[in-house]
């Protein structure tokens, strides 16, 4: 583990694998790292992962939203010496990623947009809270289906990071493509979940909505979607293909949220195909 600091708040962050470097900064808002970990990827690129303020054993900053994450996300960069990075992001670290993209667009050799949105508005939040209140008619015959969408609306006003991360533990079904199906294979990375609960439950001052200004994004840009992700699927997916120019998109059939974990060769391969390493 090694370590960088903005304003005296410091920031850990771990190192593994070879080849050209590539920060992968985490979702939640609030999630430890841990769960993005890459075995595939880490083969291919020297990958960075950030424990982002608030998570793990980095400090706790005086505020968090989306200004905090793309500051420290960007002195991060700067403090590796890198001339240019790939930049990964998944799902709300995906709202970073494109943040940065659009505010330092001379440092990213390549972006990967993992499972993400360029806007988190009411109608996106409707959208997603209907996919996870269908969620336990899929799964008839699954008893604890039924009680994934309380423990994700629990989970929202949880009063301590264990509180948070046991109750969304529970929702995290809902985040796959078919967890039952492999509930014994993903029974590890359920159990490391960990969550901070002061940026799991810190509202953004405004709504992020970037459409207007994708064309802006100049790196080469590989989007990738899984099928049957309720929060963040090819809906979304598409309008960064869209609005991105010379943007690639590769949608994962039988992934959710997860995909590095449902369908690791073929998140790999979605970017080192389309990504020149």
């Not at 080849?19 to 430890?32: C, I």
């Not at 604890?144 to 309380?150: C, N, S």
């Not at 990071?161 to 995290?172: G, H, I, P, Y």
């Not at 979607?225 to 929060?231: H, K, T, V």
Request: with cysteine; hydrophobic share 40%.
């Amino acid at each position: 583990m090694s370590s960088m600091s903005v304003d005296g708040v410091r920031m850990n962050y771990h190192t593994a694998g070879s080849g050209p470097v590539l920060v992968a900064h985490p979702g939640g808002p609030g999630f430890d790292y841990a769960y993005l970990r890459s075995p595939e990827l880490e083969k291919h690129f020297t990958v960075v992962y950030p424990e982002p303020v608030g998570t793990g054993a980095s400090d706790r900053p005086a505020a968090y939203g989306l200004d905090t994450y793309v500051r420290f996300l960007a002195a991060l960069i700067d403090h590796l010496g890198e001339e240019r990075v790939h930049l990964l992001g998944h799902s709300h670290g995906g709202f970073v990623a494109q943040r940065y993209a659009l505010e330092h667009p001379d440092r990213l050799a390549g972006l990967i947009l993992y499972h993400t949105s360029p806007v988190a508005d009411p109608e996106w939040w409707a959208a997603a809270m209907a996919g996870l209140n269908a969620y336990p008619g899929l799964y008839p015959d699954r008893p604890e289906a039924a009680g994934v969408p309380a423990a994700f609306q629990n989970a929202l006003g949880a009063a301590d990071d264990e509180q948070v991360s046991a109750r969304l533990r529970e929702a995290l079904p809902v985040y796959f493509a078919d967890f039952w199906a492999r509930r014994e294979e993903f029974a590890d990375f359920l159990a490391d979940v960990r969550i901070c609960a002061e940026a799991a439950t810190a509202p953004d001052a405004e709504p992020f909505d970037v459409r207007d200004r994708l064309g802006e994004i100049t790196a080469p840009t590989v989007v990738i979607s899984g099928r049957r992700d309720f929060i963040c699927g090819p809906r979304w997916s598409v309008m960064l293909r869209d609005g991105i120019p010379g943007a690639r998109l590769t949608v994962l059939e039988h992934s959710g949220h997860f995909g590095h974990v449902e369908q690791p060769a073929q998140f790999v391969r979605a970017i080192t195909d389309l990504l020149p390493d």
